[in-house]
């Protein structure tokens, strides 16, 4: 159980263009959900933490017009990334979590490539 | 106070030996400590966790220690193999509330046969 589901696995986009990635709860509703920023042979960095219905919190440093979360559903999270920039390639990670009393749950990850 | 440090940040066993990894964090609040591991080119899976409530954990060839008093805990690979290359990750955060869940910095393992 706790599977996490996130498409695209990888996209190569144009500078000045928009990206999409969900991600998705398959097997439980996500009350939380978790979206990651990761540079090679880094840690991840949390970029925004977002519940069911309400808007994204998102940390410090973290452009909320550029990079937009909807969380519209329990069981899916998208990240838009707008007006992408070489500089927003990166892995980009979910995680979701069944609730307070439940462990987090990865996706398997994005690879942006933006030329 | 948010931080996790964790050491080293590579390390070289050969197989068959174990492989330990510290983490160190500051918030007493944070009650639950996940360790992952990630392949190149993959998310993070969960290998194990513990709560404060026991001092050590142990599934299959991992185990986790803890030791509240110092605010440290490690995770050994026993009986390390090859396939156990890939990055770990130390993790805490608060159990039972909506808090997010802070990373360590990583350690890169490689295992030769």
């Known amino acids: 159980g706790a599977v996490v589901s996130q498409h695209p696995s990888w996209v190569i986009c144009k500078s000045g263009t928009s990206v999409k990635i969900e991600c998705r709860s398959l097997d439980f509703q996500a009350t939380t959900m978790f979206w990651y920023r990761q540079f090679p042979k880094q840690s991840l960095m949390l970029m925004a933490t977002s519940n069911e219905g309400s808007k994204a919190t998102y940390e410090q440093g973290v452009e909320k017009d550029k990079f937009l979360i909807n969380h519209a559903s329990l069981t899916l999270s998208t990240l838009t990334v707008t007006s992408a920039h070489p500089e927003d390639s990166s892995f980009y990670i979910c995680?979701?979590?069944?609730?307070?009393?439940?462990?987090?749950?990865f996706g398997s990850g994005t690879r942006l490539t933006v030329v | 106070q948010q931080q996790v440090k964790q050491s080293p940040q590579s390390l070289i066993v050969q197989k068959g030996g174990i492989s330990i990894i510290n983490c160190a964090y500051e918030?007493?609040?944070?009650?639950?400590f996940p360790w992952y591991q990630q392949f190149p080119g993959k998310g993070p899976a969960l290998l194990i966790a513990?709560?404060?409530?026991?001092s050590e954990k142990k599934e299959g060839r991992f185990t986790i220690s803890f030791n509240k008093s110092a605010k440290q805990f490690s995770l050994h690979i026993m009986d390390s193999q090859p396939g156990d290359s890939a990055t770990y990750f130390c993790a805490a955060s608060s159990w039972g509330n909506t808090d997010k869940l802070i990373f360590g910095t990583g350690t890169r393992l490689q295992v030769f046969p």
């Open positions: 918030n007493t609040a944070f009650d639950y």
């Open positions: 995680s979701a979590r069944r609730g307070v009393n439940y462990g987090y749950t």
């Open positions: 513990i709560r404060p409530d026991v």
